[in-house]
Structure formats: C-alpha cells, structure tokens
C-alpha cells in the first residue's frame, strides 16, 4: 500500500518540475558559451551569484520568508559544494580548454557516483534503477562522443571538471542528509551568499578581480548570458532542483541530469547550427529510457 508520502513523491515526477528543471538547466551550457568569452570563470560567478543575492534579499525581506534555525551552516557548506565547487570548476576547466562534450560526459557521471553513496543517506537502489542508470549513462556517450578531443588537454582542466563532478555529488547528498526542507528564498540566498563569500579571494588571486570589473568585457552578449544565468538559473533551475531534492531521493533527481547533454544539444542545433549525429539521436532515446527506468516508482 503506498503511504501519503510516497503518493506525493511520485506524482511529483508526472508534473511539470522535472521538465522544466531540464530544460532550465540545460541552458547552462549555451550560457556559458555566451559569457565566458567576456569575463573569466570566478568573476562570473561572483557576478550570478552576487546579484542573485541582490534580488532574493529584498524579496526574503519584503516576504518575511522564515530562516532555516539551526541549518544556516548545513546550508552554507551544501552551497558551497554545489554552487562554487560545480560551477566554480567546470567553467574553470572550460577556460582551461575542457572541450564541452567531455565535460558533459564527466559531470554525468554524477548519477552513477550519486547511486553508489546513497547508502549513506539510508537510501537503496533498486536493480531496475542500476539499470537506468547505466542506460542513461550510455546515452549521454552517444550524445557527446563525436564532441570529445583529448588534444592539448591539460591535466589541470581534467582535475577541475572531476572536482565538479565530485562537489555537486556530495553537495547533493550533504543537502538530502542535513537540510532536504527549506524556504526556497532564504536557503538559496545562504548558499549564493556563501558562494560568494568563498569565491572572492580565489578570484583575487587568481584572475586580479576587482570592484571595477576591469577584466568584464561589458557588451549585450554578455549582458544577457549574464541576466539569464541569475533569473533561469540562479534562481529558476536552483529554485526547481531543490524543490525536487527535498521530495525525491538522490537517485532520482540526478538521473534528470542524464537529460541535460541531450536537450543541450538540440538547444545548440537551433541555435548554433551544430549538427545532430544518428548516434546522438539514439543517444537521446537511451537516455530518456534509462531515466525512466530510475525515476519509475515500483508497484506496492
């Protein structure tokens, strides 16, 4: 018999979150290809990150919106592990010469990775689910395999997109574990807060920030990459994927991620022209099939 809980967890996955999650997430990478050509990785995510705190804080204000007592610190560090170690170390390994394809390929191994340490949050995968996820892993192969080239890799590019896999992995997990149930308008702006708290002196050292924004090349490709990177993301696809961390297991909603290289090729086929391989479009439907085979609840 399914318990009011499991009711709602599982028609969680039938409503419109999971798919407008995707798709807002998806937009991560065509984001990153219209900004980072103007401003380096750490200042343009001081800048998302500081203007999302910019637009939260009044609205948390104006709202009255409650505070998480006693896990302001569990969200901080989840912030930390998913905000400036993900996005920190996959735009970075980017600037690094990362080739996207391969990114993708890497980061999506965070399902598998995510399926291993579940036991560690008292959560258990199901055979049907490993199936899944191999399947979806699978996919994302195919989608991104014609896009990966190993040519003047630097070891440091590798080393940052497996930091990422590995920060948005735990960060994940530590979030389910210590503080799954938030307001959204006060937890994400602990965590962009942080973020930026964390960020600042790397950026210093690292690429000379500063507050005149001297290494920001200012220009309308820019501007909107920017805008959309704290709207979309910041706050539409942060907003979704912590209301879904909070009713599903960790399993599940990392599998979704399974269908962000698909959706974000096609984003690039309407909109750079980048060609769509048979194999990629195969891909596409293994993946699909493969995150269906986890986020399916079984009968009981």
């Known amino acids: 018999m399914n318990t009011p809980a499991a009711t709602r967890a599982g028609t969680a996955w039938l409503s419109?979150?999971?798919?407008?999650?995707?798709?807002?997430w998806s937009t991560g990478f065509v984001t990153a290809k219209f900004g980072l050509p103007y401003a380096p990785p750490l200042t343009f995510l001081i800048l998302r990150c500081g203007m999302a705190v910019l637009v939260l804080l009044p609205v948390v204000l104006w709202s009255g919106a409650p505070w998480p007592r006693?896990?302001?610190?569990?969200?901080?560090?989840?912030?930390?592990?998913m905000q400036a170690g993900y996005l920190g170390g996959v735009w970075t390994s980017i600037k690094h010469g990362m080739p996207a394809g391969l990114s993708?390929?890497?980061?999506?191994?965070?399902?598998?990775?995510?399926a291993f340490a579940a036991p560690l949050i008292g959560e258990r995968v199901r055979p049907r689910q490993w199936l899944g996820l191999a399947l979806g892993l699978s996919g994302v192969a195919l989608v991104v395999y014609a896009k990966i080239s190993l040519a003047g890799l630097a070891p440091a590019a590798i080393a940052l997109c497996v930091l990422a896999l590995v920060s948005i992995t735990a960060g994940t997990m530590y979030q389910r574990r210590f503080c799954p149930s938030f307001d959204l308008r006060t937890g994400t702006l602990i965590q962009?807060?942080?973020?930026?708290?964390?960020?600042?002196?790397?950026?210093?050292?690292l690429e000379g920030f500063d507050l005149s924004l001297s290494q920001v090349q200012w220009?309308?490709?820019?501007?909107?990459a920017l805008l959309w990177s704290v709207f979309g993301l910041s706050i539409g696809a942060i907003f979704l994927l912590f209301k879904l961390i909070s009713r599903n297991e960790a399993t599940?909603?990392?599998?979704?991620?399974?269908?962000?290289?698909?959706?974000?090729?096609?984003?690039?086929?309407?909109m750079f022209g980048e060609a769509l391989s048979p194999a990629g479009l195969l891909g596409m439907a293994v993946a699909v099939v493969g995150v269906a085979f986890v986020v399916k609840k079984e009968k009981t």
């Open 192 to 205: 962009f807060a942080a973020t930026v708290v964390a960020i600042v002196p790397l950026a210093v050292w």
């Open 252 to 270: 599940q909603v990392t599998s979704l991620l399974y269908l962000t290289p698909p959706t974000t090729a096609v984003m690039a086929w309407l």
């Open 16 to 24: 419109p979150i999971p798919i407008f999650f995707v798709f807002l």
């Open 219 to 224: 220009n309308a490709r820019f501007i909107g």
């Open 104 to 114: 993708a390929l890497i980061v999506g191994l965070q399902p598998i990775l995510t």
């Open 70 to 81: 006693g896990r302001i610190g569990h969200m901080a560090v989840a912030g930390l592990l």
